[in-house]
C-alpha cells in the first residue's frame, strides 16, 4: 500500500503574543473516511506553537536555539471534510529553558477540532 499526502499551510499574523495559522482542507490530508487526518491536525498546531516558542526570527537550518517540542497533549475534538482549520497559538508559560504553548485549531463555523499544549526547549 502507498499513501501520499500533501500538508499545506500559512501563518497569517504573528507577534510576541500569539500566532495565527490557516491550513486548507484538502485531499493530500485526508483519512480514508474522507476527514482531516489526526496527524496533520497535529503538525499544522506543532508547527503553529513553535513559530511562536521561536518568536520573530527566521527559521532557517543551523539556527541556535530552535525550540524542540519535548511534549504534546492533545484532545482531537472534532473534524469535517473541507473548508479551512485555523489555528490560534498562544503561550501558557514563555521561558528562558521552558516555553509552553496552547493551541487552539478550529474549523467551520468556529467549531472546535483541537486543543493542544506543547512544550518546547531551546536546541543547544
Same mark, same amino acid.
Not at 500538508?7 to 499574523?13: A, E, M, Q, T
Not at 510576541?16 to 474522507?34: D, H, R, S, Y
Not at 539556527?63 to 485555523?86: C, E, R
Given at each position: ?34 476527514? *482531516?487526518?489526526? &496527524?496533520? @491536525? $497535529? ?6 506553537? #513553535? ?40 503561550? *501558557?508559560?514563555? &521561558?528562558? @529553558? $521552558? ?6 485549531? #478550529? ?18
Amino acid at each position: 500500500m502507498q499513501v501520499n499526502g500533501n500538508i499545506s499551510f500559512r501563518i497569517v499574523s504573528q507577534s510576541a503574543t500569539e500566532v495565527m495559522g490557516e491550513m486548507p482542507v484538502q485531499a493530500g490530508i485526508l483519512n480514508p473516511f474522507g476527514v *482531516v487526518h489526526a &496527524g496533520a @491536525s $497535529l503538525w499544522f498546531a506543532d508547527v503553529c506553537a #513553535t513559530v511562536l516558542a521561536f518568536g520573530g526570527t527566521e527559521m532557517q537550518p543551523g539556527t541556535s536555539g530552535f525550540p524542540l517540542a519535548i511534549n504534546l497533549n492533545a484532545a482531537l475534538l472534532g473534524n469535517q471534510k473541507d473548508g479551512v482549520f485555523t489555528a490560534r497559538s498562544v503561550f *501558557v508559560k514563555k &521561558g528562558r @529553558s $521552558l516555553s509552553v504553548v496552547r493551541t487552539t485549531v #478550529t474549523g467551520a463555523d468556529n467549531r472546535l477540532i483541537a486543543e493542544v499544549t506543547t512544550s518546547h526547549v531551546p536546541a543547544r
